[in-house]
């Protein structure tokens, strides 16, 4: 390769490889490991070091952290806090980045929270929690579990029941005032592991009950609910917010889309006449009428929200489209190259677009849902991005 240089993707998919095989290697050595922690990882070190291709410093301390996530969830030691603080001690060691400790904590405080040791977890988790979403939840169900199932860690009080109970309420404040982000520390194995989802989501809703006009977490919820395609959840958040929110267009462009997606347009459709109606004036839910209909078959629905469009002056160069888009997709091929023809005419500073999609669509394509498919997709950003829609 000219000059040294090795693709993103050759060391990506070697380094995948590299711990597949080191995964392995642990599930059948656990105790021989558990008992050498600085020999293991040392010998991780080297590896990488002699890997043959160079690892840049993040995937480095990244994969040091998977390995470190796979020992605690095997090792039979994992219970031990004092085994865990050398693992976590010895493992950030091994990083070329000594300060990046937080994957090391987090894959410990995951582990412990499965044995049931909330408040191990939450010394861990104390450091990262204002600083990722999903961190912050951990860390105040720790506070929720302690109140509700209580603990036979040292240190656990049952005489502080109800204070573990209004030291998770706190958190979960502090949370929503600060506002983290979501997937900033949580990486790799972390964000792949389903049992994380749990305590995340239980201190979702609470906070949706203890702080009612905290919209936040709300979002929060939407944003992590695409993220994992988990529709049950996403419904759950959007049936609080359009009833908590009545007057805020997130949800119910959240809720216009999941129906779309779905393919439930009489819904998506039942959705977009309340919009107009609590916003007027606004282009967006006319457009998404415009949107849904292109895939009604009565083409009365379409002809209602393009006269509607008109009267509200939407802008012609998206009502082209919108034109050229319907009747591409209903196979008026001759109707389509005229409307393309009207926006190159009418639109020369736009002609970039209109000369791509006659290109794309010239000849006949072999798979038809396809290309339409890709010409809806296209067409519904453009006019999206013109008309200053916010992105879902």
């Known amino acids: 390769m000219a000059d040294g240089f090795v693709p993103e993707v050759v060391v990506s998919n070697q380094l995948d490889k590299a711990k597949a095989e080191i995964s392995s290697f642990i599930d059948s050595n656990t105790e021989a490991i558990d008992e050498n922690l600085p020999v293991f990882f040392g010998q991780i070190v080297t590896l990488l070091d002699r890997a043959g291709v160079p690892i840049p410093d993040a995937a480095h301390d990244e994969f040091i952290d998977a390995i470190v996530y796979r020992v605690f969830t095997v090792s039979k030691r994992a219970g031990d806090v004092r085994f865990v603080n050398r693992a976590c001690e010895i493992a950030c060691g091994m990083k070329r980045k000594k300060e990046r400790k937080a994957g090391v904590h987090l894959a410990a405080a995951a582990r412990l929270m499965k044995l049931g040791m909330p408040l191990a977890a939450a010394a861990f988790l104390q450091p990262y929690r204002r600083h990722d979403a999903a961190v912050g939840c951990w860390h105040a169900y720790c506070y929720y579990t302690l109140y509700k199932d209580g603990s036979t860690e040292p240190g656990y009080s049952a005489a502080e029941r109800w204070n573990y109970l209004k030291s998770a309420r706190q958190y979960l404040e502090e949370l929503g005032q600060l506002r983290p982000g979501l997937q900033r520390l949580v990486r790799g194995e972390l ?95 006319v457009y998404y009428g415009l949107r849904t209909a292109l895939y009604f078959p009565r083409e009365g629905v379409f002809n209602e929200f393009r006269t509607l469009a008109e009267s509200m002056e939407m802008p012609g160069h998206v009502l082209c489209l919108i034109d050229y888009t319907y009747a591409y997709l209903r196979g008026r091929q001759g109707q389509a190259t005229l409307c393309l023809d009207e926006f190159h005419r009418k639109y020369p500073s736009l002609n970039y677009y209109s000369d791509l999609l006659r290109f794309v669509t010239a000849d006949p394509p072999a798979d038809r849902e396809s290309a339409c498919r890709a010409v809806f997709v296209s067409v519904d950003h453009f006019c999206r991005r013109m008309l200053k829609i916010a992105e879902t």
């Open 191 to 285: 964000e792949q592991d389903p049992w994380l989802s749990e305590p995340f989501w239980v201190m979702i809703f609470l906070a949706t009950e203890w702080m009612p006009e905290n919209r936040w977490f709300l979002e929060t919820g939407l944003l992590q609910a695409k993220r994992d395609k988990n529709d049950v959840a996403l419904v759950k958040m959007l049936q609080i917010g359009l009833i908590r929110f009545p007057g805020d267009m997130l949800f119910y462009r959240e809720a216009y889309h999941l129906k779309f997606e779905q393919g439930d347009l009489g819904d998506a459709l039942g959705l977009i006449r309340d919009m107009i109606q609590r916003f007027p004036g606004d282009p967006e839910p």
